[in-house]
């Protein structure tokens, strides 16, 4: 999946810096989401592990007509988000 990410103006580098995040652990997150749910404005919520370890939220559009993944944000999920991510992972059996 080819994706494009948000750039922050005052440094002109993607916003996913401002939380630490790298844009090779997002690919790893998306190229095997261990969930994906979408929002009432139709952006997807993945979350999942890289490579790593690290787990990671990533907030994104998918743009259909070039399937290109806008990446808007990534950042480390709160302790509540890991939980439900975990038991889900579980009743699924992976």
């Known amino acids: 999946m080819n994706l494009r990410f948000n750039v922050n103006p ?9 939380h630490g995040v790298q844009e090779y652990e997002v ?4 190229d095997d989401p261990g969930d994906v749910k979408r929002d009432r404005r ?21 743009e259909q007509a070039s399937g290109v993944a806008f990446i808007i944000t990534a950042y480390d999920p709160n ?11 579980r009743r699924r059996g992976r």
């Open 42 to 62: 139709g952006l997807r919520i993945a979350i999942g592990q890289t490579r790593g370890g690290r787990y990671l939220q990533v907030i994104y559009r998918l």
């Open 10 to 18: 005052e440094t002109g580098l993607p916003h996913i810096y401002d």
């Open 79 to 89: 302790n509540s988000a890991l939980d439900a991510f975990r038991r889900r992972r």
């Open 27 to 30: 690919q790893d997150v998306l």
